[in-house]
């Protein structure tokens, strides 16, 4: 696992220094510092990722590395080639559940 700590959001609430202490410090003003280079061994991953998902201004970031020869992820069902098909209109509005 491997993080990233944006600083520029984070608002100094300290819930990841509380979570993960060994990964996250506070500054002399109560702000995030990443501890390290951002690598997370697998034993503190509950504690990293706990952080993360308590951030409640998501400065935290997950970010994984992906080489050139690896596929590209999935883009989602590319058998429906119209989108347009279920566009919520006033005319199918009883499909979709739109009250007035």
């Not at 997370?40 to 590395?65: F, K, N």
């Not at 080489?67 to 883009?75: H, I, K, N, S």
Request: charged fraction near 35%; include cysteine.
């Amino acid at each position: 696992m491997r993080i990233k700590l944006d600083r520029t959001l984070c608002d100094g609430f300290g819930v990841c220094a509380k979570h993960a202490p060994r990964y996250f410090s506070l500054d002399d003003w109560g702000y995030a510092v990443l501890v390290g280079d951002g690598d997370i061994p697998e034993a503190d991953r509950d504690a990293v990722l706990r952080a993360l998902m308590d951030c409640p201004v998501h400065a935290i970031m997950e970010y994984s590395e992906r080489r050139p020869d690896d596929p590209p992820p999935p883009r989602g069902d590319l058998a429906d080639p119209d989108p347009a098909e279920h566009l919520k209109v006033d005319s199918n509005e009883a499909e979709w559940g739109f009250t007035r």
